[in-house]
């Protein structure tokens, strides 16, 4: 069963303006913990942000934010003033506490425009 | 910094092949995880281990095999590549916990003619 969705396969925004890109993840566990990562064209991984499911502030990291509805099971982020660096995709992902593994969404490409 | 490291960046392989794809990682993390990404896809994990000579299947084991003989280094074999494992592979590490976020590797570009 898919544990991770991502519905936006891209999406484009203007340079300086604010985007978000939306997560809904599938667990029966209490605790979990949600993660964003992006990866540019050159290919790199870079881990953004986290969240874990007992914490009860968004997380916020820089211009990356996590708005996180546990009750609907989102977690989207947010970029706020995008930067042409950031054109790149994007993908969430969840570990949860009784497994070891993490599990990835199909990702979001955003596209900056200047 | 943490770093992970995959052998090769770029592979070129026959159908029926035997291939080998290595990883080291220097942060002692007792996790390790194999992954292959295809358009549209995401990441698909393939196998995982949590200690030494310990693995776990994924969501797409078929057509591979994994050996974790030390915990810093984690094999995926590919006992008989063929044309549809043609994909980038990344392989990563974390922490045991899951408040930990993993850490990634370049990736192996793999093609299978």
């Known amino acids: 069963a898919q544990k991770i969705t991502q519905t936006q396969p891209g999406m484009f925004v203007q340079e300086k303006e604010a985007v978000t890109l939306d997560c809904t993840y599938d667990?029966?566990?209490?605790?979990?913990?949600l993660f964003w990562y992006k990866q540019p064209s050159s290919g790199e991984m870079i881990f953004l942000i986290y969240q874990g499911s007992y914490d009860e502030q968004n997380a916020t990291e820089g211009r990356y934010s996590l708005n996180f509805q546990k009750a609907r099971k989102s977690a989207n982020l947010v970029i706020s003033a995008s930067q042409l660096g950031d054109s790149a995709m994007y993908f969430c992902?969840?570990?949860?506490?009784?497994?070891?593994?993490?599990?990835f969404g199909a990702g979001t490409r955003l596209t900056v425009k200047p | 910094d943490v770093k992970v490291t995959q052998s090769s960046r770029y592979l070129v392989k026959r159908t029926g092949e035997k291939v080998f794809l290595e990883c080291v990682q220097d942060?002692?993390?007792?996790?390790m995880f194999w992954y292959r990404q295809d358009p549209g896809l995401g990441l698909r994990l393939i196998y995982f281990s949590y200690d030494v000579k310990m693995k776990e299947k994924g969501d797409i084991p078929e057509g591979y095999s994994v050996s974790r003989e030390k915990k810093e280094r984690f094999s995926l074999i590919l006992e008989s590549a063929s044309t549809n494992q043609t994909s980038m592979y990344l392989c990563?590490?974390?922490?045991?916990?899951?408040?930990?976020?993993?850490?990634f590797g370049p990736g192996t570009r793999l093609t299978v003619t």
């Open positions: 990563a590490s974390s922490l045991s916990e899951w408040t930990y976020e993993q850490y």
């Open positions: 992902a969840m570990r949860e506490y009784n497994n070891n593994d993490m599990r």
């Open positions: 667990t029966s566990d209490q605790s979990y913990g």
């Open positions: 942060m002692d993390h007792e996790n």
